[in-house]
């Protein structure tokens, strides 16, 4: 069984308890820049790029998880820009992906990302994605028992929500098991490029022949 997953680390913990896998494949997951394996000076330097509207909020649900909602609906302070919708987080081609493909598929996918409520949808997985883990990824050790599952994970280096720099770390520490494809000049979106989808299939079916 071959697995794709685009949110969280998290997952590669849960899946080898429920399935036999073939291989994994994680896009641009998201990575915390609390945990704590990271070098401090890198989580840093990660952090304060983002705009003082998205480390703000972050600070929120890491801290004080009880604000989250208020903070991101209140109307005194700008708020993520990921719930706003603003421009600054996306990368060129992130524009032009949403522009020509996502704009194209409607309100209506739209619609369902968000279709249980701001809190369940989007404000719970703040909480969750920069909270406290009981875990570190950065440390984690090859979580399948056999030892040769691979885990592909893919990542634009100009990706504004996900930073490549912790991406990086990350892979590098676990470069035995974990295979990194970085695109250069891709932002978020780019699972949406076309031709991208066969393209990270074959990647992963290419190693098992």
Same mark, same amino acid.
């Given at each position: 069984?071959?697995?794709?997953?685009?949110?969280?680390?998290?997952?590669?913990?849960?899946?080898?308890?429920?399935?036999?896998?073939?291989?994994?494949?994680?896009?641009?997951?998201?990575?915390?820049?609390?945990? #704590?394996?990271?070098? *401090?000076?890198?989580?840093? &330097?990660?952090?304060? %790029? @983002?705009?003082?509207?998205?480390?703000?909020?972050? !600070?929120?649900?890491?801290?004080?998880?009880?604000?989250?909602?208020?903070?991101?609906?209140?109307?005194?302070?700008?708020?993520?820009?990921?719930?706003?919708?603003? #421009?600054?987080?996306? *990368?060129?081609?992130?524009? &032009?992906?949403?522009? %020509? @493909?996502?704009?194209?598929?409607?309100?209506?996918? !739209?619609?369902?990302?968000?279709?249980?409520?701001?809190?369940?949808?989007?404000?719970?997985?703040?909480?969750?994605?920069?909270?406290?883990?009981?875990?570190?990824?950065?440390?984690?050790?090859?979580?399948?028992?056999?030892?040769?599952?691979?885990?592909?994970?893919?990542?634009?280096?100009?990706?504004?929500?996900?930073?490549?720099?912790?991406?990086?770390?990350?892979?590098?520490?676990?470069?035995?098991?974990?295979?990194?494809?970085?695109?250069?000049?891709?932002?978020?979106?780019?699972?949406?490029?076309?031709?991208?989808?066969?393209?990270?299939?074959?990647?992963?079916?290419?190693?098992?022949?």
């Amino acid at each position: 069984m071959l697995y794709f997953v685009h949110f969280s680390y998290c997952f590669l913990f849960s899946l080898p308890t429920i399935f036999r896998l073939a291989g994994v494949t994680l896009l641009t997951p998201a990575t915390n820049y609390y945990w #704590p394996g990271f070098p *401090s000076n890198l989580s840093t &330097e990660a952090f304060y %790029k @983002q705009p003082p509207c998205d480390y703000w909020s972050l !600070r929120v649900a890491h801290y004080a998880p009880w604000l989250t909602h208020w903070w991101n609906t209140q109307k005194w302070f700008p708020i993520i820009g990921a719930i706003s919708k603003s #421009p600054h987080t996306l *990368s060129r081609e992130d524009k &032009e992906v949403a522009a %020509k @493909q996502l704009i194209a598929k409607g309100a209506h996918h !739209r619609e369902h990302v968000r279709q249980q409520g701001q809190y369940e949808s989007l404000h719970r997985d703040l909480n969750l994605g920069f909270g406290t883990w009981e875990f570190d990824p950065v440390e984690m050790e090859n979580p399948f028992m056999d030892k040769e599952v691979s885990v592909h994970l893919w990542q634009g280096d100009e990706d504004i929500l996900v930073p490549a720099t912790l991406q990086r770390y990350i892979a590098e520490r676990h470069s035995s098991w974990i295979q990194y494809h970085e695109l250069a000049g891709s932002g978020h979106f780019f699972p949406h490029l076309n031709g991208m989808a066969d393209s990270i299939v074959k990647t992963m079916l290419n190693e098992k022949q």
